[in-house]
């Protein structure tokens, strides 16, 4: 497989995770955190192996963004 081919199925799923994430605000509405700076358009995704420690890291890069 290709490295573009790769590109291209990645840039195919974030399409529908993006997607998803609409759906998703538009049906439960988007959280107001009342800030009005740039990171509010921000989504990061946070990938690891098992015992990395991303479920730890995640709620706390959520708590010092808002």
């Not at 790769?6 to 799923?13: C, D, R, T």
Request: hydrophobic share 30%; aromatic share 4%; proline share 6%.
């Amino acid at each position: 497989m290709s490295s573009e081919s790769v590109i291209e199925q990645l840039k195919s799923h974030i399409g529908s995770l993006e997607s998803r994430i609409h759906e998703l605000e538009n049906k439960y509405g988007k959280p107001d955190t009342g800030s009005k700076s740039a990171v509010d358009g921000m989504r990061m995704i946070l990938i690891g192996p098992p015992g990395a420690g991303t479920c730890t890291v995640a709620p706390y890069q959520w708590l010092q963004r808002n």
